[in-house]
């Protein structure tokens, strides 16, 4: 039988153990070298949603809203919602709960009602609104507690601003 050498083993492991710590470092460092249009800093930033066409062509076709919780925190259910025929134009992004109550879309009536029965329009009506913005094609909602509730519209030439 061959014996070990316990200088060996020691040199080994700690080679070991410094792979694994560097790997770890690249496996963070590579993770902060991200796309920052698809990382969400803190709540108080915009919200990357998707392209604002393929996204309309989506609630179009499914006749139903987008519901998702709020990528920043995590704690509010959102509806995103498009109204138009122009992918440009006619989104509004707005809470998904009245109280404690997610909610519900009816494709039948175009409306949404809470576990209470209580109805709200296909624009979220008088729950709280986010804005929403196409920026170059792209649709981003801006979930600032202090912000205002716009719609915006960016192209490479020239800016507009309509109600949303």
Known sequence: MARSDPRRATI?????????VAMI??????????????????????FDVA???STANAIKRDDTPLFFNDPATGSRPL???????????GW?????????CVLKWHKETHDFTDCNGKSYPADGGDLHHYPVTVDKGE???DL?????????TTSPSSPSTSPG
């Open 79 to 89: 509806v995103l919602q498009h109204l138009s025929d122009d992918p440009e134009t």
């Open 92 to 100: 509004s992004a707005f809470d998904a709960a009245a109280g404690s």
């Open 25 to 46: 470092v690249i496996v963070l460092l590579a993770n902060n070298l991200g796309n920052d249009r698809s990382t969400t800093h803190n709540s108080r930033t915009r």
């Open 139 to 141: 649709l981003f909602v």
């Open 144 to 152: 600032s507690l202090d912000a205002t509730t716009t719609t915006t």
């Open 12 to 20: 080994i492991g700690i080679a070991g153990v410094i792979v694994g």
């Open 51 to 53: 392209p604002a066409e």
